[in-house]
């Protein structure tokens, strides 16, 4: 059937994900056409799809044009920058480095390359959602704890030359004294990640952690994805401080392209079979996010040129500046590839790793809710079993990755980039893809990347503000599934909410309460103590397994026929099969006992 101008469907209505009406595309490589063609669809199928209200214009497995996948590649990769980009900032001073600009914009390169590396693993081999994996927070704690004892606090200037002049054989790269100081350092970060990354290998490979999840249901979901978001609320309010009035103007740009102006289509031209034509498009819901932090980039930019912000760091607005780190991209190198081993060899001890395990464990938790998030914002159905112990095997690989280049932190899933997906309605695993090869690229161009250093805190403090926001949304909405009139249920709910925010607020205010005699078990403590999503979904997942319910009152039965009629959302669980793949596993009977294969037979 032709559809006539009068009989378009509207954007996001899509019959099981396999048509894309912007642009007719179906799930193949074929080239977009203006005018789509159609069979008669399901009716039944499309109504139950819009109820859902998972308006998407992209859902998981389609395939948007090659230069619409760059731009909205370029907007994850921007979205991303913040928090890739603050992991090697923060390390700087207890590394040593301090204002050794060829050093940071080394580690800045090389944190993008193996983050673009771990992105493109996890979402072709991996979990297969359209999830981004950059450096954690969760790792930098006990990197902040293992830098902090007394072997490895920063020298003063005469005693590091000497430490030099002592080790200088021991790194292949051609250095003066003060890379030395800072390098011995970052090998023992890179041994610490290494090491407990294998934790997080066997646990996914093993299977260990989908046998829990047979136990989770929304009460252990939803407060973790919600503290994801509430937890973030003082570095959002820091960023934002800078200048109130700047980062009102990106929260109302963000929503003004993003919700007021998202019915809005843009008219643009396309070349097709040898003629121009004209069709509309939704350019403000696409690039929401990018039009809002570029609009109030650009605004600073031009209040710096003419002077409106104060030029003295101690007065208010000063940070709204966009001149403040122009040093950055004037010293940053033009091209460097980042190699495994470009620091050293890395160094081993025991105190290291098991603190470093403790940051691998508060890791693997909040990146299963962020699975379950990312696939409720892409169209797809909870992710089964096989995808969770596969996705956290991978990220595991993605450590070692990161560990073997030196980056001096890990990777896991990004929560602003799965907010980023329920922003712009775009939820198509070919466009993270696309950002994993931008971040590769461009983490070998240093000045690149350094030129987003110059993006004022305040833009960026209103970025979180929405993004965050979102994702505790996201946390909450799962309980759409639960009986919220049973005082157990309620009971569950705000006690591990509440509790994810007390404990790690009183950790924080008390430092060194915790004295067991032996350091490593303390800062195991510490860490898992001070990570908001551990003890929300913790206390969620005890209490629930243990407080007497029925089935139907914790949501477990709402859930599982949510998963069982995802065919009738825009996928299936095929999604999660590895590609090319599936013919060989079905053929050989082994492959039945692995437990992240999707071939594995569960009892279920």
């Not at 990106?250 to 003629?275: E, G, N, R, W």
């Not at 004209?278 to 930019?301: D, E, H, I, R, T």
């Not at 005890?542 to 914790?554: A, F, V």
Request: glycine share 10%.
């Amino acid at each position: 059937m032709r559809l006539t101008t009068e009989e378009k469907i509207e954007l996001g209505s899509k019959d099981q994900g396999t048509i894309n009406p912007a642009f007719g595309v179906k799930d193949s490589d074929e080239q977009p056409q203006l005018t789509v063609d159609i069979g008669d669809p399901h009716t039944e199928s499309l109504e139950e799809a819009v109820d859902k209200g998972s308006d998407l214009v992209y859902s998981i497995n389609d395939r948007p044009p090659w230069y619409l996948c760059i731009l909205l590649g370029f907007q994850h990769y921007i979205l991303a920058f913040g928090g890739i980009i603050a992991v090697p900032l923060i390390l700087a001073e207890p590394l040593c480095i301090k204002d050794n600009n060829s050093a940071k914009s080394q580690l800045i390169s090389t944190i993008f390359f193996v983050s673009g590396l771990s992105t493109l693993l996890q979402t072709s081999i991996g979990t297969r959602l359209p999830i981004l994996q950059g450096g954690t927070f969760s790792f930098i704690t006990p990197t902040l704890a293992i830098l902090a004892l007394p072997k490895w606090q920063c020298p003063a200037p005469k005693a590091s030359m000497m430490l030099a002049a002592q080790n200088s054989s021991s790194s292949p790269l051609q250095m003066d004294d003060s890379d030395e100081v800072w390098m011995t350092r970052m090998r023992e970060i890179q041994g610490a990640i290494l090491v407990s990354s294998l934790v997080q290998i066997v646990l996914g490979f093993s299977g260990l952690v989908g046998l829990v999840l047979k136990y989770i249901g929304p009460l252990a979901i939803a407060p973790t994805i919600n503290l994801i978001g509430l937890s973030l609320f003082i570095e959002a309010g820091k960023k934002s401080g800078g200048h109130w009035g700047i980062a009102a103007l990106t929260v109302c740009l963000i929503l003004l392209f993003s919700q007021y102006l998202s019915k809005v289509d843009v008219p643009m031209i396309a070349y097709k079979d040898k003629k121009w034509k004209v069709f509309q498009y939704p350019l403000f819901k696409l690039f929401s996010a990018l039009f809002g932090m570029c609009g109030a980039w650009l605004v600073c930019f031009l209040l710096t040129i003419f002077d409106v912000f104060p030029s003295k760091s101690d007065e208010y607005g000063f940070s709204a500046r966009t001149d403040i780190s122009l040093d950055a991209v004037t010293n940053s190198p033009w091209f460097h590839v980042p190699y495994p081993g470009q620091w050293g060899m890395p160094t081993f001890s025991v105190s290291s790793v098991l603190g470093m395990m403790a940051g691998v464990l508060a890791s693997t938790m909040e990146s299963i809710g962020d699975y379950y998030a990312c696939a409720r914002l892409s169209g797809a159905p909870p992710p089964p079993t096989h995808a969770i112990n596969r996705g956290i095997a991978v990220e595991g690989i993605g450590c070692v990755l990161a560990a073997l280049w030196g980056t001096g932190n890990g990777t896991t899933s990004y929560s602003q980039n799965i907010a980023a997906l329920g922003i712009t309605k775009v939820g198509s695993r070919l466009v993270l893809q696309t950002t994993g090869l931008l971040m590769i690229v461009l983490g070998i161009f240093g000045k690149f990347g350094a030129v987003f250093i110059t993006i004022p805190d305040p833009v960026i403090g209103g970025m979180f503000l929405v993004m965050f926001g979102m994702i505790a949304a996201v946390g909450i909405s799962n309980l759409q599934y639960v009986d919220l009139n049973s005082s157990r249920n309620l009971l569950i709910l705000g006690f591990s909410t509440f509790s994810g925010l007390v404990l790690p607020t009183w950790f924080h205010s008390n430092p060194g309460i915790i004295d067991t005699g032996i350091k490593e078990l303390d800062q195991v403590i510490v860490v898992l103590f001070t990570t908001h999503m551990f003890i929300g979904g913790f206390f969620g997942f005890i209490l629930d397994n243990t407080i007497p319910g029925t089935e139907k009152e914790r949501g477990i039965k709402s859930w599982q026929d949510k998963a069982q009629q995802g065919n009738t959302n825009f996928c299936d669980a095929s999604c999660y099969d590895i590609p090319y793949c599936n013919g060989i596993f079905k053929r050989f009977r082994c492959f039945q006992y692995l437990p992240f294969l999707p071939s594995f037979k569960t009892n279920e």
